[in-house]
């Protein structure tokens, strides 16, 4: 086996975790949001066991994720977030992937084509979506459109007690009420979504995060299951004489002798330079601290409390970079930053090793 930085993904805290959201869903449907590569930890493993846990209804950004997702998913129903083009027409045709519709343009190139467009209303994001000033004409293009899904996007939905959630939820019912009749179902709910009550839950929900064991928003850690457990093995063990400094730019200057490893993992892989400095990462049940700046495919970690207290690490020590001990919520505020940006971008050259 190679000595080179691996992601351990647990299929059995997936399905827990889709598990739980489904649970709480209970009376709407719960589908799941899987682009960017099921946010960084892969389709090829995360499709199946969703669908294994009978999710029927998944949501992608791009038409090639969509195509990448039929080959694994024959039947399911995939929606495909940024709408279509003129010359993508006939791919949605071929794989039959469900567009969603969320410009005027979008909606000339489904109509009388059966596609089963999902339409998307533009509720208060303002970023995709149909906004107020079509809704009128919409109610025309309804019969000759086969539109299959009402859905919408909560902005807030990470901070329950922002006033935009009740008001993107009036917002919604009173589409729901106008258009419910034209599509067979209606959906507004993202993971926080979910989690807020049961009135934002309509009759499908399409989580993406907390299946991947992220919580919306960092501060507010939501306790689902540590998908991926990220590990990275030691390259050199050394003792670094106090007045020394660690790394590119000297950024850390140490103050007393230490135990320094080099691990395997760099902002290449996904360990972004922000985390230097400020992460800590998990051996032998000790939280180390990192030290220095993170460069491409390297990080330096303080060992010293660990070889004092237990034993000194050696070479070829895997190091726990983000899993259980450290969780991606951890990290993301650690980096100021959130659990989706860390996971999606996980480096490809990770080896991901299902278990
Ligand atoms: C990504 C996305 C989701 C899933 O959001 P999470 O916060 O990851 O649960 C749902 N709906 C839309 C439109 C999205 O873009």
């Known amino acids: 086996m190679q000595r080179r930085p691996r992601l351990i993904l647990s299929g059995r805290a997936l399905a827990s975790n889709y598990q739980r959201l489904s649970d709480l869903s209970t009376g709407s449907e719960c589908g799941a949001s899987i682009k960017s590569d099921a946010y960084g930890l892969g389709i090829d493993f995360v499709a ?54 969320n410009t005027m343009d979008d909606l000339q190139i489904c109509m009388s084509q059966h596609l089963q467009p999902a339409v998307h209303l533009d509720t208060g994001m303002h970023r995709l979506g149909l906004g107020e000033a079509s809704w009128d004409l919409l109610e025309g293009f309804f019969p000759d459109l086969n539109a299959s899904l009402l859905m919408s996007h909560l902005v807030c939905a990470d901070d329950p007690e922002h006033p935009l959630n009740t008001i993107q ?63 990275a093995p030691v390259l050199q063990v050394q ?38 400095n400020r992460a800590q990462v998990s051996l032998d049940g000790f939280l180390l601290p990192v030290v220095g700046r993170v460069s491409m495919d390297l990080v330096t970690i303080d060992a010293t409390l660990l070889a004092q207290a237990l034993r000194c690490p050696v070479v070829g020590d895997w190091v726990e970079l983000m899993g259980h001990s450290v969780t991606v919520d951890d990290l993301a505020i650690a980096s100021n930053t959130i659990s989706y940006e860390l996971l999606t971008g996980l480096g490809a050259r990770l080896e991901r090793v299902i278990t």
């Open 239 to 276: 003792t670094i004489a106090s007045g020394e400094s660690i790394g590119y730019g000297a950024s850390y200057v140490v103050d007393d002798e230490v135990t320094l490893l080099t691990v395997a993992a760099g902002y290449a892989d996904g360990y972004i330079r922000s985390l230097g």
């Open 169 to 231: 939820l009036e917002r919604f019912s009173s589409l729901v009420s106008r258009f419910s009749e034209s599509v067979e179902k209606c959906s507004l709910a993202n993971t926080a979504g979910v989690l807020m009550s049961k009135s934002y839950h309509f009759d499908l929900v399409r989580p993406g995060i907390g299946l991947y064991g992220g919580s919306p928003d960092p501060l507010k850690m939501q306790g689902f299951e540590p998908v991926a457990s990220w590990q």
């Open 48 to 101: 199946p066991i969703l669908w294994e846990s009978d999710c029927r209804t998944f949501f992608v950004a791009y038409l090639h994720e969509g195509v990448a997702l039929r080959a694994i998913l024959p039947e399911a129903i995939i929606y495909v977030f940024h709408g279509i083009s003129d010359s993508e027409l006939e791919y949605f045709k071929e794989y039959s992937l469900r567009p969603v519709v």
